[in-house]
Structures are given as C-alpha cells and as structure tokens.
C-alpha cells in the first residue's frame, strides 16, 4: 500500500475551489429531517390496512343505523306498535313467509310476527337501542373511573394499601349478584340497571390498570420526570396514560359487548329491564323456544344480540391492534 501523501497543489485548483466555508446556524441545526410522526393517523392507516376492518366497521355502522335511525323514520312507539294487530284475526305467531302473505311484503315482516301481531324486526331494533345504549353508557362511566383511580391507585403506595383491601372484598362478591340484588332492591329501570353495573364495575378495570402502571411507574423516564419535580398527575396524563392507549381500547373492547351479555343474561332470569330491550324480549319468548313454528320469536332476537357483541368486540380488538405503537412500523 502506497503510505505517501497526497500533494494537493498538484491538482492546480485554487484555495476558494478547494475548501468552501460552512455556516453553523443553530436554527438548522434544530430541524429535524425525519417525517413527523402522528399517533391517531398511523392507527388508523394501520387499521384501515386490513380489508376485514373496513367490512366489520360496515356491519357497525349497519347496526347502528338499524338500532337508532330506523325505528325513527318510522315512528316506532313502544306503547302502541306492539298491540296494533293485536284485533286481527290470525295475525299471531306467524312465521315470515305466512306473515309476509299476510300484511304484504314489508321489511317489517321478514322475522314474521309475535304473539300480539307485533312485527319481531321492528321490536328488536328497537331493544337494540335500548341494550347498545346501556352498555355504551356502563361502559363510559366504568372505564372512566376505572382508568383515573387505577393510574392513582399505582403511582400512591397510601393508596394502594386501602384500594387493595377494598378490592379483596368486593372483588370476591360475585358480580351478577351484586346486580341482582341492587335490581330486587332498586326498580327494574334502565338507570337503575346503569347504576347496578357500574357501582362496583369500575374497580374491576381500575385494579388492571394499577397493575399496568406498576410495571412501567419505575421505568428511567418517568423516574428522570420524578426527580425533575414533574407532579404524579402530569406524570401519569403525559408518560404513563398515552402508553397505555393499545391496553385501554383493548380493555374497552371486552366492555361494552360484556354489558349486552349482562342484561341479556338478567331479563333472561326475570332479573332485568322492564324496558322491551333485547334481553326482556328472550325473556318473554322463552316458551317460543320450544313450540314449534314459533322458533323465530326466540332465535331472532338471540341471533341479532350475538351479533352485535361479535361485531362490536372484533372492532374494539382490532382497533385495540392498531393502537399499538409497534404495529406503526
């Protein structure tokens, strides 16, 4: 290997062509090259990636359609639609095909009729709104609490100590019969079932966001934020909640379909709304289930409640998914 060095007059170019003066301006050297990097739009570029997303958000959307605007257009009065043919003769029990030769062919006779004449389809959209509503409720004012006392009840050892023993019993009372005594006790009402399953509802979700925030608490960020004097409440909303974003969808996920199960499974046992929800109406179909050619009066309102925890559940999770910072590579 030639080590000798390399004589740059030989090249026979000038100092000015040689060398050229650099300009270190601070301003410049604070600007970043890099794309900027927006969370809630790489969730959603993430999300919308899978084509089963965007067929499942349109299920969704259906439903909702179907549950609150549907029984708007056509005016559904749940004091005066159920009983409407309740005078015409041989309009009771009947199957779709039969009631649809009935009436006519109408969307409100595809599920046939009940066993006042009332159309099935038009009754169970409208329960459906009333189940979807009780679970979107329970589960804003449970996840709620449940996020802020459990980010608390992990950063505060004073805390800890209390709320642990506080969960150890209550937690141990079984929850739905926490909730059914609060109904024998309380009247069947909507709010009263909202109350029932939140009073104790949040600790559950509270006592698992705890355990998420021990584990990241102690991690060198946020022990460099504790020592810079950063307060615990703008510590746990800026370094500990936005962490947790994938963990908190995906907790909301199992939620609201958790609360449709409930009151379907309480007005099933005679322990739910007195409102015609999707629940009281499998309650009131029980004998349809085992008559034969009034199956439809009990399996329609089964099927659609299942749907909708199914479609609501797989959106909450894959959006749950998406939110994980990992999956924005």
Partial sequence: MDNELFDISSLGLSENELFAKYDNSNSDSEKITAPRYSYWKSVFRVFFKNKVNIV???????????AYIYPLIIGYDPEVDPFKNLLVEGSKHLKPGPAIQKFGFSIHYILGTGNSGQSIFDEIWYGSSISISLALICA???MTIGVIVGAIWGFSKKIDLIMTEVYNIVGNVPYILLISVLVLILSASFWTMVFALTVTGWL??????????????????????????????????KNILPFMTSVIVTLLATEIPSYISNEVFLSYIGMGLTDRSLGRLIYENQVAMSTVGWEFEFWSPVVIASFITVVLYVVGQNLGDASDPRTHM
């Fill in 140 to 142: 804003a004012i449970n």
């Fill in 204 to 237: 559950g979700i509270a006592y698992f966001i705890r355990t998420q925030v021990i584990i990241i608490r102690d991690r060198e960020y946020n022990l460099a934020s504790r020592c810079l004097g950063t307060p615990i409440f703008r510590l746990t909303i």
């Fill in 56 to 66: 499942i958000l349109a299920l969704l959307a259906l439903i909702i359609i179907f």
